[in-house]
């Protein structure tokens, strides 16, 4: 099994003021959803995995999350694609736990409910913290998009910290999936 794991603001969708709390303000970024179609077609299982700290700050509540979600989900769908998850930590970034990335809790919990290799697992997002996590679960193929937070980054560059080691970046979420199944295909034809 390959699972992709993928920030959700500022990777799939457009950065809000503040808090995205419903669902006419998630915005998807332009062919970012395609991306996510044609990843979930080539095989790769999508999950999404989200600090959403609107949460616990009472901004807004897990009714609107969800519907924000089942908004990206149909989206997803419609153009032919699948999103099997979506893990989110609910905590305010005052609070402690260990599923607040860069905790390495959302990323072990997707890895537990899956039953994966570290190995079979690649993560993409647009902040250092998505891949810090993912790094700290062991993940071993991390991918930054020059998207949201990151939108200032040239792809080109080499990442130096807070970045993880090894991180490759890609100008977006489709240049990402077009390294990954060129990369998968490369493997194929090796084997």
């Known amino acids: 099994m390959k699972i992709a794991i993928i920030d959700r603001d500022g990777t799939l969708n457009a950065l809000g003021e503040e808090y995205i709390s419903t669902p006419d303000e998630w915005l998807p970024l332009p062919g970012a959803l395609e991306a996510v179609a044609r990843l979930s077609r080539a095989g790769w299982h999508v999950v999404v995995a989200t600090n959403q700290p609107g949460l616990g700050r009472g901004v807004f509540d897990v009714h609107a999350l969800n519907a924000i979600h089942a908004r990206l989900l149909r989206q997803v769908a419609s153009l032919g694609g699948r999103i099997d998850a979506i893990f989110f930590c609910p905590h305010a970034d005052s609070e402690t736990c260990t599923c607040r990335k860069p905790a390495p809790g959302l990323i072990e919990q997707i890895r537990d409910r899956y039953g994966v290799e570290r190995s079979e697992m690649i993560a993409v997002g647009s902040c250092a913290t998505h891949l ?38 890609h100008a977006d979420l489709s240049a990402f999936v077009e390294y990954v199944i060129a990369e998968q295909a490369s493997r194929a034809t090796l084997h």
């Open 132 to 169: 810090q996590a993912a790094a700290a679960a062991g993940v071993q193929q991390l991918h930054l998009v020059c998207t949201g937070q990151s939108g200032h980054i040239d792809a080109a560059q080499e990442l130096v910290p807070p970045w993880p080691v090894g991180a490759k970046p």
